[in-house]
């Protein structure tokens, strides 16, 4: 009897809030998008921030620098290609927050070959830890330094969207927005916060989205009782503005430093699948307008649906085809397309460390994006060949004559001649991936060079002061 009426109290006070702050969201106008939880706390190379921390799988372009602009553009444009509409950023540190504002600089050189490049980022606050001042003083800066500057920020009609994780309770709803409407007294920013909070006055929060949820020993709970019950409160729920979902691949923490031993098996992408179900199941009977992916990039928690060495594109295409389902839209990524997405990276990394000319070769690069906006993959392609592999226009007197490498093809070792005179050997994979770099003295004669059994086409160059030669190596 008790647990009935503490359901019937529940359940009234359910009912019981209002429309939420209905004249203050009458100009906002919120259409069906998809948007990446977006960690952006990487360091270059495997000992790199946050890689050397333990990961489950490994990005198929290799362990990439989230400051990086080239690391950027990849992420912008293939998550567009998907049908992503922007990406939200998760911040908690210092090194966050400088990631965040790169990206805004990194999305305008996309704009800036096609302006109708519609592409939008928002910030999440990752509050482990936070007071209301500090609160303020992060706002304040998203106000000046990141909202103050650029066209590219999330907003629903006129107003910003911000973005809360909040791990464990240190901050209530009403001190959000207490710090939110101090920051931004003439605007009504739209508040979200991870997990639905009972306790909250119906000013507080515009929307609540769901969290990855599940874990047991065998890996098999990938929360579905919960996400069934999140969706079904949502429709009870007429405080909020809209209605949010979620979705996610799966879970593995245990190969992470902080690890808990949790773990959600992908089951081959099924896992995935189960999650985006029950948003087209949820999405009319309750009015789900936005859908967060989550997430595109924690490598070190094993929930990532960017591309891997271990699942290639699987996940990329799975999500392409639920996106289009809940925007009933058709989705147009292919092989090819994926290809000139990691090629594009390898460019463009080419140019950001020097190894390629700017002035020469950003404009090939430029192409190449315009191309891949237009799912052109082979005009992207071409273009991006003449980045990687780049026509040596040169007299025959300049040409760097050298010996032909042998075998070739090759079954993995090869014998690379080499010239009189110092030079620099670099071979780059056929994704424009560099795998090998040395430089020689005069007096070496030929280096060996082993391909470890990854099979495909390699690019050999070998250049010294005035000269430069370019020979194709086949890997069976």
Known sequence: MRSRVQFIILYSLLFSFSTFAQDATASREVNNKVFMHYMAWYGAGEDGNHWKDGTAQEPIIGFYNSQSWSTHLYHILISSALGVDGMVV????????????????????????????????????????????????ELAVLRDDII???????????????FIWNYDGFLSSEDYREAVSATFPTKNAVLLRNEIDFNTTKEAIDSYYPWVQGFDDEGTNWGEGYLDWYYRTLQIREDIAFSTGGVWAGFDDRAASWGQNRWIDRKDGETLQQTWDLIHKYQEESAIKWVILETWNDWNEGTELEPSKEHGFAYATKSAENIAAFKDTTYVVNDSLFSAATKLYFAAEMIETGERDSATFYGF?????????DRDAKGALTSLDQIINPVVALASSQELVVPEIYPNPSFGLVNIPLPNEKAEVTIHDFAGKKVYTQVVDPAQKAIQWNASGAQGLYLIEITTQTQKSVQRLIVQ
């Open 90 to 137: 998760n911040v908690r540190t210092d090194y966050d927050e400088a990631s965040l504002k790169m990206l805004f600089p990194s999305l305008q050189r996309i704009v800036d070959v096609d302006a109708d490049f519609n592409y939008q980022i928002a910030v999440s606050y990752d509050d482990q830890d936070m007071t209301i001042e500090s609160v303020k003083e």
């Open 148 to 162: 103050g500057t650029t066209d590219h920020y999330l907003h629903a009609g006129d107003d910003p969207v911000i």
């Open 365 to 373: 690069l430029q192409d190449a994006i315009g191309s891949f906006i």
